[in-house]
């Protein structure tokens, strides 16, 4: 895909949407910016795996990443890894 984008007067630029849903980009999204033969090279970091935690009372809780978590993707996960006779960390 070829954009044009503009900088404003504070550096900032706006990835067009097209480029953020492809990516899977949001809010808060975190790139490694590299300058490659007079080019700028922005790449996303991966975020950050979500953890579930034991509390003191054995209660399994998400660690705060800070990113998007799927919730029912990890409650199937759990439950299949019960299922198997082993719990999930």
């Not at 504070?10 to 809010?27: E, F, M, Q, T």
């Not at 999204?29 to 700028?40: C, H, K, N, T």
Request: aromatic fraction near 2%.
């Amino acid at each position: 895909m070829n954009a044009a984008i503009t900088m404003d007067g504070a550096g900032r630029i706006v990835l067009p949407s097209a480029v953020r849903r492809k990516l899977n980009l949001s809010a808060g999204s975190r790139f490694r910016l590299d300058i490659v033969a007079e080019r700028i090279e922005l790449t996303p970091e991966a975020e950050p795996e979500a953890e579930l935690g034991l509390t003191a009372s054995r209660r399994r809780v998400l660690k705060p990443t800070g990113g998007a978590f799927d919730a029912a993707a990890a409650t199937r996960d759990e439950r299949a890894a019960r299922a198997r006779g082993r719990p999930k960390r």
